[in-house]
């Protein structure tokens, strides 16, 4: 799955470290972040979309794991936290690139 993503057209590395490996694809695309093998709730993939309905802005989130519940659970909390960082940066991408059209 995670080369499917990465050989995507605009599949930029945003973050690579000892735990997590992700990409972005294009600006406003989806967000992919697998595990490394030293994180506990390796090995899992998280894919994150910005989804905007009505106005309103929301991430959807799709997840796969082989490993165990606990570790992949706690995982999935710390994206939990990032998520309204993600929101707040895709709204200013927007509100930024609204600005620039004539």
């Not at 490996?21 to 697998?34: D, L, Y």
């Given at each position: 799955?995670?080369?499917?993503?990465?050989?995507?057209?605009?599949a930029?590395?945003?973050?690579?470290?000892?735990?997590?490996?992700?990409?972005?694809?294009?600006?406003?695309?989806?967000?992919?972040?697998?595990?490394q093998?030293?994180?506990?709730a390796?090995?899992?993939?998280?894919i994150?979309?910005?989804v905007?309905?009505?106005?309103?802005?929301?991430?959807?989130t799709?997840?796969?794991t082989?490993?165990?519940?606990p570790?992949?659970?706690?995982?999935?909390?710390?994206?939990?936290?990032?998520?309204?960082?993600?929101?707040?940066?895709?709204?200013?991408d927007?509100?930024?690139?609204?600005?620039?059209?004539?």
């Amino acid at each position: 799955m995670w080369r499917a993503y990465s050989s995507q057209p605009g599949a930029t590395a945003i973050r690579s470290a000892s735990q997590y490996q992700c990409i972005a694809i294009g600006k406003t695309g989806p967000v992919v972040c697998r595990t490394q093998p030293s994180n506990p709730a390796h090995p899992s993939i998280v894919i994150r979309t910005p989804v905007e309905d009505k106005g309103e802005l929301f991430v959807r989130t799709e997840a796969d794991t082989a490993a165990n519940c606990p570790a992949f659970l706690n995982m999935m909390q710390q994206y939990n936290e990032l998520t309204s960082h993600l929101g707040d940066q895709i709204v200013q991408d927007k509100l930024r690139d609204a600005s620039r059209r004539p």
